[in-house]
């Protein structure tokens, strides 16, 4: 430990606090030990998955390489990426709308509109999957993309959000940009908007990581293979082979690095989102 | 002059309000409200998936009522919540008790506990599904046999078998909780703590009679959150049991999983929509208790 590590405690260095970090340091290892046992047998060989050392004795990427051989995870992924990330765009569009117009418009009808939209946060999911399935049927919206996304195209909770935000903006900078002639939808998209940024980018990350994890309704609404998202492949490949733990491995790894890069880039808006999102909501 | 110049400036910008809205509201009304009344009706009902339905009242719910299944599962459900709850937010609040005293390297610590909540519970659900398989597969009871320790059935058996499904989710949700305890905990002022210590109070009393009672509204906040969480379990016993069955013999499996059979694998619309009411009005009631409470304070 350097100088400046010490000085960090503020208090000189007492063998309780090096006792608490040690522990702590130790809970936290053993919270990322699922990951590294994945890793670790994704890159082994059938005969050494039940050697558990944790270092593989001849690490190799033939299960990365039969895994991809097929092309059936690939689409997988380009199924998540593409809904996902159109699912989110919709939602920081449209929820960032509705909250603003809540927020900043007097209008008859206004605070029934917001109750109404607030209500459908306890709806539970479940209640709704199979009118959803009904609906989707009827309207030959199954095994599309647009079956898998279309329940989460707007959300209440990020409209309860987004209006917080659009709240702390000043009513005099919107008034100024109207004496300035900026039409109305000008003004929240060049005015406002760029004000509640912290939540937007929250919403952002919460939306896509929500639906990219997302299992029930896209479990229920496709029964296509080739449109499958990650979660719903994966379930799918590891039953097949159930025997085959590096395989199983090999694909859990594969579903869960692109989230764990996007953490270690992101952390600390992610971390201040929680906060934000958790507290406000 | 055309009917927009007549109108006054306050009119004006409700008709904008009213045209920002008009999709959205559209969508609420078609993707929320109606399959919520919907699924009202359905559960009154019977009929083939997508053919007619008969109404038949509240047969449905007579049914549900004498399943043995569904006390079984509604049993469960609640098993998870009672042992969930207060377990995951046990070891939340000492690690974020005790992490918010250090310093050192404190940013990397959060993140080694937060990780597992970003990942996709499918797939950790697989991970722990094969550290629960027996000898020579199985890490837990290898390590116990290195221990010299018994082997366990965990996932095979009638009692452990629940508590091992439920791990994996306390495990994946402790990050959020630890996040959340440590902005609260935060948010009490130094001064009560300084003023403590001058009196001379010690860390226990400090503890119960200062820092747990502040934290009241985050604590409350984690209560509700978490239970709706363990009451919609879903993911973890679909990946982790034989066939997604919740087995072995209902002993695992929730109201969801429950609900997701009777719809999806024995196509009876009617009788699930009646489960996912109960899920329903259980959900409503916790959440009109948190109301209240907040509104006490």
């Known amino acids: 430990m350097s100088i400046t590590d010490i000085t960090a405690f503020r208090k000189p260095v007492r063998p309780v606090r090096v006792l608490t970090w040690t522990l702590l340091a130790m809970g936290g290892i053993v919270m990322i030990m699922p990951f590294l046992f994945m890793i670790s047998t994704s890159l082994k060989t059938p005969d050494q998955v039940y050697d558990l050392r944790f270092i593989p004795a001849r690490p190799t990427l033939a299960n990365y390489a039969e895994l991809f051989a097929d092309g059936r995870f690939t689409a997988w992924f380009v199924n998540s990426l593409i809904t996902s990330t159109i699912v989110t765009a919709s939602v920081l569009f449209f929820d960032s709308l509705i909250g603003y117009t809540l927020a900043k418009y007097r209008f008859r009808g206004r605070g029934l509109v917001f109750i109404a939209i607030l209500s459908t946060l306890m709806i539970p999911t479940e209640m709704l999957v199979i009118p959803w399935y009904v609906m989707s049927s009827h309207m030959g919206w199954l095994d599309s993309y647009w079956g898998i996304m279309f329940p989460g195209l707007i959300t209440g909770f990020g409209v309860f959000l987004m209006r917080q935000f659009f709240g702390t903006v000043p009513d005099e900078l919107i008034d100024a940009a109207r004496i300035d002639g900026l039409s109305e939808f000008r003004i929240w998209w060049e005015i406002a908007m760029p004000l509640v940024t912290p939540a937007l980018s929250a919403l952002a990350i919460f939306t896509f990581l929500g639906n990219w994890t997302a299992f029930l309704w896209p479990l229920i609404v496709t029964s296509d293979r080739d449109l499958f998202t990650v979660p719903v492949g994966l379930s799918s490949f590891a039953s097949e082979n159930l025997t085959r733990w590096e395989m199983v491995m090999t694909g859990a790894a594969v579903s869960t690095i692109p989230t764990l890069i996007v953490f270690i880039l992101l952390q600390k808006y992610i971390i201040r989102g929680v906060v934000l999102s958790g507290l406000k909501g | ?297």
């Open chain 2, 1 to 297: 002059m055309s009917f927009r110049d007549t109108m006054t400036v306050g009119q004006k910008r409700a008709a904008t309000a009213w045209m920002f809205l008009i999709v959205p509201v559209l969508f609420f009304v078609v993707v929320r409200f109606w399959p919520t009344f919907q699924s009202s009706w359905i559960s009154l009902t019977e009929g083939p998936m997508m053919g007619p339905r008969d109404f038949v009242g509240l047969d449905n719910y007579v049914r549900m009522f004498g399943d043995p299944v569904f006390w079984k599962v509604f049993g469960n459900t609640f098993k998870y919540l009672a042992i969930g709850l207060p377990v995951s937010l046990t070891i939340s609040f000492a690690v974020a008790y005790y992490l918010d005293r250090v310093r050192f390297m404190h940013g990397f610590i959060r993140a080694l506990y937060f990780v597992p909540y970003l990942t996709t519970a499918v797939a950790m659900a697989w991970v722990w599904r094969w550290f629960y398989e027996p000898v020579p597969i199985g890490l837990f009871n290898q390590i116990l046999s290195a221990m010299g320790l018994p082997q366990q059935p965990f996932l095979r058996s009638m009692t452990q078998s629940l508590p091992s499904v439920l791990a994996p989710a306390v495990w994946a949700g402790l990050g959020f909780q630890v996040i959340i305890f440590l902005a609260g905990l935060r948010a009490i002022p130094d001064t009560y703590y300084e003023a403590a210590r001058i009196d001379g109070v010690g860390p226990w009393t400090i503890l119960w009679e200062i820092t747990l009672p502040l934290l009241k509204p985050t604590l409350l906040f984690l209560i509700v959150v978490s239970s709706i969480g363990f009451l919609r379990i879903f993911d973890q016993v679909y990946n982790m049991t034989v066939d997604g069955q919740g087995g072995p013999l209902n002993a695992t499996r929730p109201l969801v999983l429950n609900i997701y059979n009777s719809a999806f694998v024995d196509y009876e619309m009617g009788y699930a929509t009646a489960q996912t009411m109960v899920l329903f009005v259980v959900l409503l009631a916790i959440t009109v208790v948190q109301l209240r409470l907040l509104r006490s304070e």
